[in-house]
């Protein structure tokens, strides 16, 4: 049998998802639907005088019109990650307050979606407007106790001799844009709930719902089999969800909720914009002497969401002096949420960027610099890597990529009249796992039937699962059918945290190994004799897989490490990335395909982080003036060069029994900051607040 | 969107006929602009009169007298017509920077020329817009303006005209004709669009019951030296932050003659005729473009957020006047 796990394996869902058969929310055809409409509020902070919807409840179709007037009951959940889950804390048109620009204040439900959108525009509602706090510099911030860490004696440990940068680093508000915009489908059948939605986490969706109703979890089935795209924006039900699964059953009718484009920007999620203070304090050699970060965020008066930009420091470079602090303020906007590598890419946009400025003044080369400062601990747990090949990334992206060939000078690389830059930077993500159980069915005929709730949100789920399977059994990937996404099933984790495939590989392993044994056989292939011999329909086992006690005495990491190379046409403000190279240290490599693409993914998100995704809020009443796809600018093809990846390192194996760590996070961190590196090596010109567009290129 | 009649018009005449049945009538085209703004409520028409399958998709050239385009020949037909590139490759290239392939396969000249403003606070009920609802107030003056107009504005509105195409039919002298039951007329180019004043309501000197039938480009001999730069957030798929259509017409190192128009600017694609005038007979040299720049670009006012676009205008017209003294070519 030829080995399956690390070669290329195109999508199985490929085929059904160009053809327009993969069912994505929003499609699930159901008798009798109807659909629901959000009216979101047009002022950033003050509450509702008067809202008039007798209008809207006499157009034609509609079957409900809900306010904070007629909110439909729901309990609160427990809300503590556990027991379940809500991205924002405050319920659905709970009262008249406005915290932020696009909140929900009606929903109206109509026979057809035109109806329902027709009506919602015929309520007025009348504010009472106070000012809202929309400037990160002006809100009031509050010190986090549990992010705040000082080693050593913090960052004053600075002596004559040091050399030292600080600068302060910003990022953009940005949204995660996904292809699939956010939708639902809430159906009551007497007290039962079925849930189709985009969901990263079945399980705790469904006991979200369970909680949000008074029912037992066994009463929702929550049903999400493709989603397109979520990069952190499905996790939890959101307002809308609640609104419309607490409709559906006042009205008692299948009801259908589609957020537009617009209603995406304010009502579910983004990545909050940061604000960082770096300083890195050196010796002559290079031997960083002391690393303080510190960072402001904020919340909406709806949620506390924190985007802790310290937390790859200590991973990163060993210093015998380390400060990290962190401030959370609250504005008047929509409430953040996790976006890919939520924490980690912020915080290394900041401390990749220093670095590079710090070996511009040390005059040492920025791939030494980093080597030279590694550390074989996380500084903060005290706990040795389990496996680190992070100086390979370097060595095997810098001979890819020509880097030690370079001038060395800023603005002395020209082609065509262009300046040619090149940068690097790199990367890191954690590595987790969690509690997954799955359920493996071996059938006379060789067919392999995999079911477990976790899912695909695009990343390649469904064939890392059948080839997991396949190697186990010795069965062609073809031979595997996988179902997913279905509180059906056994519990499938978390598809978040790039944790899915280190969650859920090692259950399939473990499942497929028991249905062997069941059979008391060592091959697939003699297990469907004994089922065709005994007449028995099928051995099946349900396996489940949790991590053990090797978090107690290692650190899971993965590393990485880009090299781009950049055109600007400063005159004109005009920038090309030109060129890009990956290496990515992992662990095992489930799908080279499926990871490599993982890794482009990334790249192509952190290059429209760096040059021109920003969701900018209207300064009077803090609703975005981004309103669809054509007006949030992320990279198109042509804005995106080639992207080389290479992947190097061994299975982690203290990690789990495959080895295999994930890839859907950590190739976006560090990219911002090559691409700024780059830059400034291309024009001489340090670029510390994001996205760097035309306009600040040519200043 | 509210519900509408969806009528199907069978020649031009049958067009303008059914237009006045019903004063709230629209016609569509390619729809690429037209729905979009249904959808979000801008516009609210009872009667959809479709003029797509009019006999109009000519694009012929007459002897001695440039090129005639029917109004519903499409962007991409227009940008791949081998005369078009040949003849007057600012255009094509103009075209093919706009939108993308697919917007482009359906978009229509008629429905190009009359797209209406990108402006944010227009796309949106949930804001005031003088545009939109007259009188209402333009909270883009306080607001965002980064994209906004640094000529030609009022303080009813701020807004930028968004085609690509129109900048180069403006540099190239286009006459647009129309046709009404009051008989046919035509407009030239730089009549065709007009400035916000106090009716921005208004994005053009088109009245009421006119249909476009066609797009007239007349002759200009050095139209193979055209030039489209167009700057913007990414490379693709995104409208103009700065374009400039420009062409030179060089004898002997001196610029016989010269057009130059502005993009996302103004209200209205914006010609600068002072600085042609300027341009023409002087040498072509960096030193005489960069004066000219200067001159396009007197009387600019800059808002709170779009000030960068008074230089990236100036050292776009210089790159563009110095590509197009070289003979043209992709900017
Ligand atoms: C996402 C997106 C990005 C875009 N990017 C760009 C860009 O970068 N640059 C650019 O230049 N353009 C861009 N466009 C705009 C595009 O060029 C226009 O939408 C298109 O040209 C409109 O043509 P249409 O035939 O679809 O017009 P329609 O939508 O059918 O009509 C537009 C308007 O013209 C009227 N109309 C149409 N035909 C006639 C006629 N013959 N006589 C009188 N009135 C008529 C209609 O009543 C309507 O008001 C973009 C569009 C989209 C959707």
Redesign the pocket.
Known sequence: MKRVMGTSVSRKDGFAKVTGQATYTAEHPLPGLVHGYLVTSAIAKGRIKSISTQKAEQAPGVLAVVTHKNRPKVFTPANDFRNSKLNEARLPLSDDQIHYGGQIVAFVVAHTLEQARDAAHLITVEYDIQTPLLEAQQAIYEALPDVKFNKGNGATGTTEAAITVEATYTTAKELHAAMEPHAIIAHWQADSLTIYEGSQWVMLHQRTYAELFGIPSEKVRLVTPYIGGAFGSKCFPWSYSILCAAVAREIKRPLKLSVTRRQLTTNTGHRAATEQTLRLAAMQDGKLIAISHAVKTYTSPADRFIVDCTATTPVMYAAPNIRLQQKLGVLNVATPTYMRAPSENPGMWALESAMDELAWKLNIDPIDLRLDNETRAHQRSGLPFSAKHFAECLRVGAEKFGWRDRPKQPRSLIHNGQLLGWGMAAATFPAMRGNTTVKVRLLPDGTVHVLTAGNDMGTGAYTMVAITAAEALGVPVEKVKVELGDSLFPDGGLAGGSQMTASLAPAVLKACEEVLQKANCTTANDACAALKQSGRAAFEAIATSAPGEDAQKWAFQSWGAHFCEVAVDEAIGRIRVTRWVSVMDIGRVMNAKAAASQVRGSVIMGIGEALMEECQLDPNSGYPVVY???TYHYPTHADTPRIDVTFVGQPDLTFNPLGVRGVGEVGITGVAAAVANAIYHATGKRFRNLPITPDKLMA | MKNFAYVRATSAED?VRKLQTNANS????????????LKVFL?TPVQLID??R?D?KFIESMPDWGVRIG??A??TAVADHPQIRQDYPLLSR??L????QQ??N???????????T?CPYYYDTAFACNKRQPGSGCPAIQGINRMHAIFGASDRCIAVH?????VALAALDAIVE?ESSRGKRQIPFDDFHRLPENTPDRDTT?QAG????AVILPPVSFAKTGVYL?L?DRTS????LVSVAAALEVRANRIHDVRLALGGVAHKPWRSAQAEAFLKGKLANPEIFQQAAEIALQGAKPLTHNGFKVEMAKRSIQRALTISAQGGGVA
Request: aromatic share 4%; glycine share 8%; hydrophobic share 50%.
């Open positions: 669809d796809l054509a | 067009a629209q016609f569509i085209a390619g729809g690429t602009n037209l729905v979009d703004r516009n003029v797509s009019l109009l109004a519903l499409t962007n103009a075209i920077s706009g939108a993308s917007i482009r359906v978009a229509t000249i008629g429905g190009n020329l009359l797209q209406r990108r968004p085609s690509d195409m129109c129309v088109l006119e249909l476009i039938t167009k913007r798929y995104a409208f103009a």
